[in-house]
């Protein structure tokens, strides 16, 4: 069965750092092109980014409102996949979820609040 | 930015036709996805690659696109069918992914 477990999310100030996890399982994780995509609450869809296979050159691509402030990582040997957030905004507060691109299948999510 | 443009909301009669747009410029050589979302869950994917099914989504979702439009279709929808969709797909470069704003299904 295909798991993805997202964790990592919680309270932070603006400007302040936050690294998301998600845990794979069930697949191949090195052969998955892996995405985040966050929903602000009462809000639509958002893409935030994608990391393709180490395979296919492990290129990263980030939506434009996270650019350069975000970064995506993913260890193939541990099945994990991270988004590191730095310079937090009050409008990054959403539900993160991680994707498999193509599979359709995706976590639970995990919550930020960028608060003062 | 690329953009994909769906109507906000689309109402129905239970048993009748739903149909849901999706536009994008770059759609024509770009394939669409679609997503329902129920409240308080996760996103479900209903179609994949313009038309393909996933295992387990009911026959009656089903997925086509011409040109710069693609569409989700919901035939003898389900008061279970009320939902958000969204439509997801990629710029011209197919580096860029994006969400359509998402269209409200009532069925009533």
């Known amino acids: 069965e295909v798991q993805l477990v997202e964790s990592g999310g919680g309270l932070v100030k603006p400007g302040g750092s936050l690294r998301l996890s998600c845990a794979a399982s069930g697949f191949t994780f090195k052969n998955s092109w892996m995405s985040w995509v966050r929903q602000a609450p009462g809000k639509g869809l958002e893409w935030v980014g994608r990391i393709k296979s180490e395979a296919d050159g492990g290129t990263r691509d980030y939506g434009a409102p996270v650019k350069g402030r975000f970064t995506m990582s993913r260890d193939d040997s541990e099945n994990m996949l991270y988004l590191h957030m730095t310079s937090l905004r009050t409008e990054d507060t959403a539900l993160y979820y991680c994707?498999?691109?193509?599979?359709?299948?995706w976590g639970q999510g995990t919550l930020v609040i960028v608060s003062s | 930015s690329y953009e994909l443009t769906q109507p906000p909301s689309v109402s129905v009669s239970p048993g009748q036709t739903a149909r849901i747009t999706c536009s994008g410029d770059a759609l024509p050589k770009k394939y669409a996805y679609w997503y329902q979302q129920k409240s308080g869950q996760a996103p479900i994917l209903v179609i994949y690659?313009?038309?393909e099914r996933p295992s387990g989504i009911p026959e009656r979702f089903s997925g086509s696109s011409s040109g710069t439009m693609a569409t989700l279709t919901i035939s003898g929808a389900q008061v279970e069918d009320e939902a958000d969709y969204y439509c997801?797909?990629?710029?011209?470069?197919?580096?860029?992914?994006?969400f359509g704003s998402g269209t409200k299904v009532t069925v009533l």
């Open positions: 994707m498999i691109e193509g599979d359709g299948y």
């Open positions: 690659e313009d038309s």
């Open positions: 997801y797909s990629t710029d011209s470069s197919g580096n860029l992914y994006v």
